[in-house]
């Protein structure tokens, strides 16, 4: 197939490519630029696992063609940590054991990064309803909850953790 050159912007960087213009942002971040944080579980739009953020809201990269996201800000997991700090998530994350295979987890991150910023205090029904869209098949959801609760303390009391204590 012909490709086309495309401008992504990814993590604050921008990426001049050429694609074939049906190949799914998810394949683009995965085997064009490396970015396997982002994850295929069911390539239906079912799992939520290749959930990255589009100008800050959470969409499935498995549904969108590259092409169709020019110059939007895209962000995927490796682009959360900041000035080399973790976010609270990843940090609440591995406090709690809120990833056991971590299939689901970066997905289940950038869903709540957008969701806390706008509601940064929700209750436990809200935070489930939130995550309705991401599928975990190992944890059961306590672990996953817990890790948002110790975030949301985390970031209550500014506590920092670099990203090479890790
Ligand atoms: S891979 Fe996109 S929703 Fe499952
Ligand atoms: S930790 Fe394995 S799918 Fe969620």
Redesign the pocket.
Known sequence: MNKEPIRLRVNGRVHELSVPPNKLL?EVLRDDLGLTGT?????????????VLVNGEPQ????MLAASYQDEEITTIEGLAKNGELDPLQTGFCEEGGAQCGFCTP?MILTCKSYLEKNPDPTEQELREALS?N?CRCTGYTQILASIRRAIELAREGRKVEVSKL
Do not use: E, Q, V
Not at 40 to 47: A, I, Y
């Open positions: 998810l994850k295929c579980g069911c390539d239906d739009s079912s799992c939520g696992a290749c959930t499935m990269s498995c549904l997905g869209g599928l």
